[in-house]
Structure formats: C-alpha cells, structure tokens
C-alpha cells in the first residue's frame, strides 16, 4: 500500500474517536483490520508522525485560542528601567524573559533578530531577566549584563553571553567587559551592586506574576508565547495584534 493510503487509514484511526462518540458505527471489516494492523507493523514511524502532527496541530489550537482570550485583555509588563533596544514608540513589543545560560535562549536569538530586522522600525524588544537555577553561571550573567548596560553596551554584552551559552565561567565575565572595553573596575562595582540586584529581583517577581517559569518566555503586546518558537507562531501572533489594532 502506498504511503498516501496508509496515511489516510491512519488519519480516520485518530478521527474515529469523536466519531463514535456522535454516532455509533459499525464494526469494521476483518480484513480491513487486518490491512491496518499489517500497515503499523510494517510502518510504525508513519504511526509516530501521524500522532506528533496531531499533538502539534492540537497545541497551536490551544494557544491561538490563548492568545484570542489574551486580545481583550492582554498581560501587561512593567518595562521601566529595563534594556530596550529599538524606536520607543514602536507599534509591536516583544519582551523576552531570558537566561544567558539556557541552550532554548541561545536558539531562539535567530528568531528574534529575524524579527528585528524583518520588522525593523515597528518593533522593539526589551529584555528581562528570567536565571534559572539550574544553570549555574545565569544569576551572575545577568549581574554582569546589567553592570554593562550601565556602560551603555548592555546589548553587545548581551550577544557575547549567548554566544558562550554552557560555556560560560566565573572568568567569563570579566573576559568579555575587556573585549568591550568597558571600565572593568566600574564594571566589577555595578554587578555587585544593590541596584544590580535589584533589577534582577524585580524582573523575577514580574515573571512570577505572569506565571513564566521557563525559558525563553515572551509577550508580545500583551500575548505570551512561550518556548523558542518558529518565527511562524512570533508572525501569527504578530497578526492577531495588527487585527486588533486595525
């Protein structure tokens, strides 16, 4: 049987659910039984990819119906103080909760200068600081982020550490504020310091607010997408928030 037939008996096997839940419906033919339980045998990677497109399609159905509850009445962040990078009064804005040492981060930076660039004018991000404890250089990855914001290159700081990712160590962050040539001493002072810290715990109590415990989590005019997603779900989203604005 050719994969176009197999695909198809393989799609009314996931459909026949709801069906029999409407109306019942007779038993199939032994030998079409028989047809089916040869197909997962003989391509059971057929039956894996059946069940993961549907898995995928049922999860963007979740979340586009997420987003439509979040249109009227979209999650609200408080951006003041934070990095920015883009035209104040753009028309999109996408904030990202992220941590300099989760691999998910670093993956999803190509999506988001996609998205500055294809956008470039309409949009800024602003970045929020989300460490995870399970990475053990994070915390101090975004003291030392901010310490170079304080400098004016929190952003240039900010590639640097994606770049290292898992790599990074405690002698890292000194390494890259001399490649920046940035004041180190002043460096070292602003990441120890108490509105270092401060910026880091009132970005934490923002995530837990908005219920965001993994990364990279995202809100993009009010509507959270969460996980480093093609640059697809960041468009349709995109879409729903031009509808809504006209």
Known sequence: MHRPAIAVVLAGLLVAPGAIAAEPAAAPPADLEKQVLEIIQRHP????????????????????????????????VDL????TLGPADAALTLVEFSDFQCPYCSRAQSTVKTLLE???????LVYLH??????????????????????????????RLFALGEQLVPGSFEQIARELNL?????????????????????LAQ?????????PS?????????????IEEFEE??????????
């Open 207 to 215: 995530a837990r607010r908005l219920e965001l415990d993994a990364t």
């Open 237 to 246: 989203a995109i879409k729903l928030v031009q509808s809504k604005s006209g």
């Open 80 to 83: 003041q103080g934070a990095p």
């Open 118 to 124: 294809k956008y470039k004018g309409r949009i800024r």
């Open 130 to 159: 989300l460490p995870l404890p399970v990475h053990p250089q994070a915390k101090a990855a975004a003291l030392a982020a901010f310490a170079a914001g304080e400098q004016g290159q929190f952003f240039a700081y900010h590639d």
């Open 183 to 203: 004041d180190v001493a002043r460096f070292n002072r602003d990441r120890e310091s108490p509105q270092a810290l401060a910026r880091l715990e009132s970005d």
């Open 45 to 76: 990677e057929v039956v894996y990819n059946a069940l993961r497109a549907y898995q995928s399609q049922a999860v963007r159905a979740q979340r586009r119906a997420e987003w439509q509850r979040q249109l009227e009445n979209p999650v609200k």
């Open 218 to 230: 995202f809100v993009l005019n009010g509507l959270v997408l969460k996980g480093a997603l093609p």
